[in-house]
Structures are given as structure tokens and as C-alpha cells.
């Protein structure tokens, strides 16, 4: 089975909620409150139709995508370093872009 860092990090949020996950500066967001912004960041990309464009096959399951292309969307985060840009990728994620 493969695990993706979206899925990763809804398990350890659903084991630890009340857990910090992000510390920057003066913010303190547990994973909770974490996985709560980057769900609606997720549905907010898929809503304007954004997200998997292309299915990947595996080795056994058909041609594999030429090394150029990307089967999702992708979404540029222009951020400074913070809570926001983690957030950020995090939702990307959840919403199978490439951020």
C-alpha cells in the first residue's frame, strides 16, 4: 500500500488532534486545526475544477506517462516561508495537484 504526505497527515491528525503541528512565530496550529484549513483549501481547488487530470498506471497496468508530463494540475504558491505555504502544499495535496 502507498501513502501520499496528505494521507500521512490525516492519520497523525486523526491519533493526535490537539497536537501542535505547525509553530511559527506567534502561530501555534494543532493538527486539527491544520487538517481543517487544508480540507477547505482542497475543496476550495476542486470546486473551480481543479485537481487529478490523468490517472497514473504502474508498472503492470498500461504505458506509463512520458517523463515530461504530470497527470494533475498544477497550482504555484508564491509565499514567504510560514504556516501558510506548509498549508498550502498541504491542501495542493489533498486536492491531487502538484503544487
Not at 9 to 38: K, M, N
Not at 47 to 56: H, I, Y
Not at 83 to 90: H, T, V
Request: aromatic share 6%.
Amino acid at each position: 500500500m502507498e501513502f501520499n504526505l496528505a494521507q500521512v497527515h490525516e492519520a497523525v491528525e486523526s491519533a493526535v488532534p490537539d497536537r501542535e503541528c505547525i509553530v511559527f512565530r506567534d502561530r501555534r496550529l494543532t493538527y486539527a486545526q491544520v487538517g481543517d484549513r487544508t480540507r477547505r483549501l482542497a475543496n476550495a481547488l476542486i470546486d473551480r475544477g481543479l485537481g487529478s487530470v490523468v490517472e497514473r498506471t504502474d508498472s503492470r497496468g498500461g504505458p506509463a506517462m512520458e517523463g515530461h508530463r504530470s497527470g494533475q494540475d498544477h497550482l504555484a504558491l508564491y509565499l514567504h516561508n510560514g504556516n501558510e505555504y506548509l498549508e498550502g502544499m498541504l491542501g495542493a495535496y489533498k486536492a491531487r495537484l502538484a503544487p
